[in-house]
């Protein structure tokens, strides 16, 4: 179709401060300086030493299948991942707020929305600046020691603590997730009284991006790649989706066509490659996973530690011809949230409860930790809250270029139902998908304009219309 869309990258800057559902007013908050907040999350001082520690652990660009306990271990070995999910819960429908870096991240870290938070893309000033706190901040006002080791990618600056919460952030570009791994070590050894509140952020796999560049590797070279026959096999729903959206060809043909995502010429056997390295730097943050899960077990730790572990979104793989993220395909959006806490979650269980990480991650934290703060956020105490009936993601795809004079700027949305999948993209004269999870898995068909399934696809569109009214989303919904 000839029309060319630039993608987004970049950092984002501050957005934050006090102002939530605590019933404190914006004047009071910047009148007392957030005394007030740290009076409401505080609820019981005396309650802090028998409190969990929480652990979280993020990677970054790490779907919810790459891991051995999901799809065996020919290929991909991640023994302490799967630790993870033998000791604990693994939810098999998470989902990010959003499929790129900084929207998810600021999610994560705020409860929020990307349209709350007003953060949609990676180098997109806030729109809400001063608006939600950092997690972190009620768990240090609750009387925990926080500390963030690891890749930062927030939209505050690392050293502005009085935002973030964070007592410490301990960034070394240089060393990589080696440092995390050593950092988080050493804080949870030297942990002797009261709980923390602790972040591991890796960087791995993202290097996956670079490698299909055939830039070298922040984490260092996973070695070369072997022969295609001894990798692992393409994967079955690389073909394009049938009837896709109008928007999906597009960024598909815009994105292949810029040195950013070089995979248009990819054969089989360099999709195949392509895998064998992806799952090359899964094992090696595993590994440095596992450095953290033994000093937590060194410590003595483990009946007392709430451990986490998600990412911030997913890579495609080659899925329908895509690598990266920044689309609405399961690979991108679909990613691994694990919990454990020995004596506490019952060991081996799978849920298939439909989770928002973005949304979901702070209320869940809050309800096993015994904090107050989190009413009125959107999302879920997963410990209590068991079903819900679907969950949305956003997505701002890219900044358009003028084609024919009319400058495309697509936004999509999707909504995950119990069985089905809907997305709708901004622009085209076909925009919307829905996918029948259950007997399509691989998003093979676009079953939108099925008529037997028309009831389905009306009840998905008003789901999120009632959505976007609720979260003041401009997204045009069809209705």
């Known amino acids: 179709m000839g029309f060319a869309l630039v993608y987004r990258s970049g950092i984002c800057h501050d957005v934050w401060d006090m102002g939530n559902e605590l019933g404190i007013s914006r004047r009071r908050l910047l009148q007392n300086g957030g005394a007030a907040v740290a009076a409401a999350a505080l609820a019981n001082p005396a309650e802090a030493a028998t409190r969990p520690n929480v652990l979280l652990i993020t990677t970054d660009q790490q779907s919810a ?21 033998a000791n604990g819960v693994l939810y098999e429908r998470a989902y990010c707020a959003n499929p790129i870096c900084v929207p998810s991240r600021t999610s994560l870290f705020t409860g929020r929305y990307p349209v709350e938070t007003g953060v949609e893309v990676n180098n997109q000033d806030p729109l809400n600046q001063n608006k939600f706190p950092c997690i972190a901040t009620y768990f240090k006002q ?27 952030v301990n960034q070394d570009k240089t060393a990589g997730d080696a440092a995390t791994a050593q950092g988080m070590e050493a804080f949870i050894k030297a942990q002797r009284n009261g709980p923390f509140f602790a972040v591991a952020s890796f960087l791995n796999p993202h290097n996956i991006c670079e490698w299909a560049r055939g830039q070298k590797l922040s984490e260092g070279d996973v070695g070369t790649p072997p022969p295609a026959e001894q990798c692992p096999p393409r994967r079955a729903n690389f073909a394009p ?84 993220k920044t689309i609405l395909f399961e690979e991108a959006t679909r990613v691994p949230f694990l919990l454990q806490w020995k004596g506490v979650i019952q060991p081996g269980e799978k849920s298939t409860q439909l989770v928002n990480t973005g949304i979901d991650l702070w209320p869940t934290l809050a309800g096993y930790a015994g904090l107050a703060g989190a009413g009125g956020y959107p999302g879920l105490n997963l410990k209590d809250v068991h079903s819900r009936e679907y969950v949305v993601v956003s997505d701002e795809l890219a900044q358009g270029a003028p084609v024919h004079g009319q400058l495309l700027k697509p936004t999509g949305r999707m909504v995950r139902s119990q069985r089905y999948k809907y997305c709708v993209y901004s622009e085209g004269s076909r925009r919307e998908s829905l996918v029948d999870l259950e007997k399509d898995p691989g998003e093979m068909v676009n079953l939108a304009d099925d008529p037997k399934l028309a009831g389905i696809v009306v009840s998905h569109r008003q789901w999120l219309s009632a959505w976007c009214k609720q979260y003041k989303d401009p997204f045009p919904v069809i209705t």
């Open 65 to 85: 299948d790459a891991m051995s306990c999901r799809i065996g271990n020919r290929y991909l070995k991640t023994p302490n991942m799967d630790s993870l999910a």
């Open 142 to 168: 609750a009387g925990y020691a926080t500390a963030y080791f690891g890749k930062w990618h927030l939209p505050y600056t690392a050293t502005e603590t009085a935002k973030h919460g964070f007592a410490s």
């Open 241 to 324: 989706q049938k009837d896709a959206p109008d928007m999906v060809a597009v960024m598909r043909e815009s994105y292949q066509a810029s040195p950013v995502f070089p995979v248009g010429n990819f054969d089989e056997s360099k999709w195949r490659q392509y895998l064998w390295a992806y799952y090359r730097m899964i094992e090696k943050v595993d590994a440095h996973i596992g450095t953290v899960l033994q000093a937590v077990r060194d410590a003595g730790l483990e009946r007392n530690t709430l451990i986490v572990l998600t990412a911030d979104h997913g890579d495609c793989q080659g899925a329908h011809g895509w690598n990266q």
